[in-house]
């Protein structure tokens, strides 16, 4: 099994986009020209803010289902690296 990336996007709006891909220059591309219809092509520009690598496609797919429910605030602070926030925000929701 090969590996995979999970990203976010920022459109143009300002609202966040999270993905998955086994090629994140060419998916960012697709998504910057407005080559994958759907929400982003909406809101372009597109600008990457955040990506991680997985060794298993799995692993990063998982991630993105996960990222992709998460609140703006929990987001933003994945996006800055905040794991003392992303910490505080998840004993919030747990509350």
């Given at each position: 099994?090969?590996?995979g990336?999970?990203?976010i996007l920022?459109?143009?709006?300002g609202s966040y986009y999270t993905g998955c891909t086994?090629?994140?220059e060419q998916r960012i591309a697709q998504h910057q020209t407005g080559m994958i219809?759907?929400?982003?092509r909406e809101r372009l520009p597109v600008v990457p803010v955040f990506h991680e690598y997985f060794e298993d496609?799995?692993?990063?797919?998982?991630a993105e289902r996960r990222i992709k429910k998460w609140s703006r605030a929990k987001k933003e602070a994945l996006i800055?690296?905040?794991?003392?926030?992303l910490k505080q925000l998840?004993?919030?929701?747990?509350r």
């Open positions: 099994m090969s590996g990336w999970v990203y920022q459109c143009g709006d086994s090629n994140i219809e759907g929400y982003t496609i799995r692993d990063a797919i998982a800055r690296g905040d794991g003392e926030s998840a004993k919030k929701r747990q």
